[in-house]
């Protein structure tokens, strides 16, 4: 049994198609855990709505604590790590991390930047070896596979790699690097383009990033060697 840990950033509440000025990613990522859930019903989840629900940033206090080791932290600190406590937690128990998030002036938008600042932390994510002056860092999520799942809408168009605009593109770089830090490296990329522009390349953006997301979730179970459902009596 797998679990599925799925996080949306984007500052619209809505779907895309189905509520005015509803978002986009939120689309990809809703028709990503929908046909996921589908074929293994047996599956869990764990949603985080950080668009609507952001992470604090990180503080003064966070980082004294985070930087404290756990044995000599006072009861102050523990406070200050709660909610980090929980979020990575989410991230640890899961096994396909769903990260459906806009591009906001050629970057993640802050929501999400507070949770990758609040899951990436010394002694939870990722130890740190100090006899080591090479590679210091070891990435604790490397413990078992885990893959990410990053769904993205953006404005313009050319900003997958090779485009005209990837040079402007920090979003899957950032997350990539991230995410990779941790331990998680298996990270797969669909983008819906052309919000901005609208109309018929926009409606193709859309059908095509919806088609690869149904393509995503056949191999990924594929990968996991799941075992077909019974058919219908």
Known sequence: MAHILHIDASARPGIAG???????????????????????????????????????????????????????????????????????????????????????????????????????????????????QIEPYIPKLADRERHAVVLTARGGIGFDPGGEMAHMNHLEPNLATALGFIGITRVHYIAIEGQEVGGELLAASVNKALAKVAALVEALQETMDVTPLASPA
């Open 18 to 132: 189905k509520d005015n000025h509803g978002s986009h990613s939120r689309h990809l990522t809703h028709q990503f855990v929908s046909q996921w859930q589908f074929g293994r019903p047996q599956d869990t989840l764990t949603y985080r709505d950080i668009g609507q629900n952001p992470p604090p940033i990180i503080s003064h206090d966070w980082i004294a604590s985070a930087f404290t080791p756990a044995e000599r932290r006072e009861n102050w600190m523990e406070k200050a790590l709660t909610e980090s406590d929980q979020l990575i937690d989410e991230l640890i128990d899961a096994d396909i991390v769903v990260i459906g998030t806009p591009l906001y002036n050629f970057g993640m938008p802050a929501a999400l930047k507070a949770w990758i600042d609040q899951v990436v932390r010394p002694g939870r994510t990722v130890d740190i070896d100090e006899s080591n």
